[in-house]
């Protein structure tokens, strides 16, 4: 069977106003088959989103899908073919892996990582393929469908992390919010990632897959006491990659849109309706499809460090402290280590957020409101204020309301960063550098006032590698707003 998209179907489709989707001729499987082959070629300029139809007769136990392509050698400089691959069943979303699987299954009891288990109803599926990128020669593609037939056992019902864990009352809680498990393209299991997280001194974390939710009801029995477990999703669209962090457990956030497709605020209004941050994550990495493209005006917070640190998180860093002086909005930043596997580690960097307990709600609300600074570990500290005349004090992602010529102190208290230089960046940028005791512990203040600086913020760098440079961050934190 051919499932090629000719110049002609490709144009017709744009014509429709479905320029970013494609829907091949149908699978149907004639009595006594169970096996389907569809054969194609994507050409460059193919839609997003290629939809393969199949009809799923009843009696169903197991669909099965494997598909392959090919991947042609192309000059220096020139996109080679990357064919993603996901499926709907006939109510909706039903899993994706992307490009991490050459195939996957789905029944009642079970299913391939990435996919929700559940029965296999007769009616209309929808295989997607998404061409990542297509080679000049075009991306040839085989999928492969399988049926087995059959009475299914009992779906499971799905157990999902409790919103609760046993904090310290108003504290500081470490996290990390974008993490990757074998349930998008990660090497780790949630079993692994939650020993990791815990070796890394972290209170809380989120599950953050590529385009599912299925990991969501992965983690039975990996909670405790000592770590509270938020489920959400990485929203992977071909214009940037959002977080949805701490969202309602089995909530399925749609990624089939552009920048220019005008869909991308009321996805962040579900999100939020779902109780989660939209968080645009690593805003400017190189790779395609993964830089910001939306703006900031329906974000909650933005992801400035992730993972080890990189010239991408220092042009994140800075895009982020010209908003800030620029007046254009304050959206908070965070952290997160985007860790897929080893050696990538958990908790690096991780978002310490000031909460009023360790609960789902709480912690969100720390994380929306910027009282939250991001370290590069467990062993990096922070405590940081603002104090001006009659006793008045802001902590991080807090306002000093003091007058404008009213003297203000500023105070960095610093653990753990040894061979690093603390300092004060402001609306003008850093205005004051002091190095850190060899222990890396020490307490840093400076003097200012509201009209002199509009806010202050601190960091704690590591030693300058390239000249004219600053040296990579230890920690960094919120601004304090300064003035009425």
């Keep these: 069977m051919s499932g090629t998209i000719g110049r002609r179907g490709f144009m017709a489709g744009a014509a429709a106003g479905t320029a970013g989707a494609f829907t091949l001729p149908g699978v149907s499987f004639a009595a006594g088959r169970s096996t389907a082959v569809v054969r194609g070629t994507l050409p460059p300029g193919s839609p997003d989103h290629v939809y393969l139809p199949v009809e799923v007769g009843r009696g169903v136990r197991?669909?099965?899908?494997?598909?392959?392509?090919?991947?042609?050698?192309?000059?220096?400089?020139?996109?080679?073919?990357?064919?993603?691959?996901?499926?709907?069943?006939?109510?909706?979303?039903?899993g994706w892996s992307g490009g991490a699987r050459s195939e996957f299954f789905l029944r009642a009891d079970d299913a391939t990582p990435g996919y929700l288990p559940g029965p296999v109803r007769a009616g209309t599926w929808h295989i997607v393929l998404a061409p990542y990128t297509v080679?000049?020669?075009?991306?040839?593609?085989?999928?492969?469908?399988?049926?087995?037939?059959?009475?299914?056992?009992?779906?499971?019902?799905?157990?999902?992390?409790?919103?609760?864990?046993?904090?310290?009352?108003?504290?500081?809680?470490?996290?990390?919010?974008?993490?990757?498990?074998?349930?998008?393209?990660?090497?780790?299991?949630?079993?692994?990632?939650?020993?990791?997280?815990?070796?890394?001194?972290?209170?809380f974390i989120n599950s953050s897959e590529h385009n599912t939710h299925a990991a969501h009801a992965a983690w039975d029995g990996l909670w405790g006491d000592d770590l509270l477990i938020l489920v959400g999703e990485e929203v992977t669209t071909r214009n940037g990659h959002f977080l949805a962090v701490g969202t309602d457990p089995g909530t399925f956030v749609d990624w089939r849109y552009r920048a220019g497709d005008?869909?991308?605020?009321?996805?962040?209004?579900?999100?939020?309706?779902?109780?989660?941050?939209?968080?645009?994550?690593?805003?400017?990495?190189?790779?395609?499809?993964?830089?910001?493209?939306f703006g900031y005006g329906e974000a909650d917070a933005v992801e400035v460090w992730n993972g080890p640190y990189t010239p991408e998180d220092e042009m994140a860093l800075a895009d982020w402290d010209s908003a800030l002086a620029g007046g254009r909005g304050w959206v908070p930043a965070i952290g997160g280590s985007d860790a897929h596997r080893v050696p990538q580690a958990v908790g690096e960097p991780q978002t310490v957020v000031l909460a009023d307990d360790l609960t789902r709600e709480a912690i969100l609300a720390g994380l929306r409101a910027g009282r939250s600074y991001v370290a590069e570990s467990s062993a990096v500290s922070l405590a940081f204020s603002a104090a001006g005349g009659r006793g008045a004090r802001a902590g991080i992602g807090e306002r000093l309301p003091v007058p404008a010529d009213a003297p203000v102190t500023v105070r960095l208290e610093v653990t753990g960063a040894p061979g690093c230089a603390a300092r004060f960046v402001t609306d003008q940028g850093a205005l004051?550098?002091?190095?850190?005791?060899?222990?890396?512990?020490?307490?840093?203040?400076?003097?200012?006032?509201?009209?002199?600086t509009a806010y202050v913020r601190a960091e704690v760098r590591r030693p300058a590698t390239v000249p004219g440079l600053p040296g990579a961050l230890a920690a960094f934190t919120n601004p304090v707003f300064l003035g009425t």
Excluded: K
């Design 62 to 94: 197991e669909i099965r899908v494997a598909y392959a392509y090919e991947r042609p050698a192309v000059p220096p400089g020139t996109q080679g073919n990357a064919l993603d691959i996901g499926v709907f069943d006939e109510r909706g979303f039903r």
């Design 135 to 203: 080679a000049p020669g075009g991306l040839p593609y085989t999928v492969t469908v399988t049926l087995a037939y059959g009475p299914s056992a009992p779906s499971p019902v799905p157990v999902y992390p409790p919103g609760r864990a046993r904090g310290r009352g108003r504290a500081w809680y470490r996290g990390d919010c974008h993490l990757h498990s074998v349930h998008s393209d990660g090497g780790r299991t949630p079993a692994e990632i939650a020993a990791a997280a815990r070796a890394a001194g972290l209170d």
């Design 432 to 452: 004051h550098t002091v190095a850190l005791p060899a222990s890396g512990t020490g307490t840093v203040e400076w003097r200012t006032t509201a009209s002199y």
């Design 262 to 293: 005008g869909r991308f605020a009321r996805q962040a209004r579900e999100v939020r309706r779902a109780g989660g941050l939209v968080v645009p994550a690593h805003p400017h990495a190189t790779c395609v499809g993964c830089g910001w493209r």
